[in-house]
């Protein structure tokens, strides 16, 4: 007897997960390639298709982990399928996440999918469904920054290196703003089987307004200081330079004209 659960068309990879993921692949070649006077244009649909598609796996972890958790429901939503059009909410998953790269260059979170917490027992499996999102775009981060810290960019054509970057730089700046304790974010998600009924209780209004609340303590100077200092040590440690990730966000807005190399970036 089959299940909801182990259904092959509930885990069967959505036709909108591949076309992304062709788009990524398609677009990086050309990055890669250097065509002429399209690079800049390349640069944009490969990390836009990229980011959409690390949102799609941060999506899926946290599915995927619910379903081990004991939440069999998350299969018969789609979830499974890595499809962004059976997200909850596409607008606060995609849209608005994309929009923000776009206008911003920043890697803000997207919303969650819909778990059924009540048939999850433990509060450790709930930390983990939530963990399990901002832990893929930090594995994807490492992934992208792969060359850059195994010293392997010798051959590495350089729009590519600074599409690379960028994008790597979103990912590390969705895990550290997934990871904030605040309500609606899986930092919170995180800690909040481990509070006590009244603080989740009192904390559960703000939920629905916690990306709002990170996205204006982001516009107080002090704070946006103290994060992009944040993610600029990350990157180091990554062995990216401010310079590489500048570079790929002049590229990535290539309506403003590719920029002007004037320094050679080292192997």
């Not at 092959?8 to 050309?30: E, N, T």
């Not at 996440?97 to 027992?121: D, H, Q, T």
Request: proline share 7%.
């Amino acid at each position: 007897m089959t299940s909801a659960s182990t259904h092959p068309d509930h885990h069967r990879i959505s036709p909108v997960f591949l076309g992304l993921a062709a788009i990524m692949a398609v677009s990086g070649w050309a990055v890669w390639s250097g065509l002429a006077d399209v690079t800049g244009v390349a640069v944009f649909f490969f990390v836009v298709s990229g980011w959409v598609v690390s949102l799609c796996l941060h999506e899926y972890a946290h599915a995927h982990t619910a379903l081990r958790s004991g939440d069999t429901s998350v299969a018969a939503k789609g979830y499974l399928t890595l499809n962004p059009l059976k997200y909850t909410h596409a607008l606060l998953s995609i849209v608005l996440p994309v929009a923000f790269v776009v206008l911003g260059g920043i890697g803000l979170p997207g919303g969650a999918v819909y778990i059924e917490r009540g048939r999850i027992r433990g509060r450790w499996r709930h930390s983990l469904i939530s963990a399990a999102g901002p832990a893929t775009n930090a594995l994807f981060a490492a992934v992208l920054t792969a060359p850059f810290w195994l010293d392997a960019m010798a051959d590495v054509p350089f729009a590519f290196r600074y599409a690379l970057a960028f994008l790597a730089m979103l990912q590390v700046t969705a895990a550290i703003l997934n990871l904030l304790p605040v309500p609606g974010l899986d930092g919170y998600g995180v800690l909040e089987p481990w509070l006590s009924p009244a603080a989740r209780r009192q904390a559960e209004p703000f939920a629905p307004f916690g990306l709002l609340v990170v996205f204006g303590f982001l516009w107080v100077p002090a704070v946006n200081g103290v994060f992009w200092d944040a993610i600029g040590h990350v990157m180091g440690v990554l062995n990216v330079t401010e310079l590489d990730v500048s570079y790929g966000y002049d590229f990535f807005r290539f309506w403003q004209g590719e920029p002007e190399l004037s320094v050679t970036p080292q192997p």
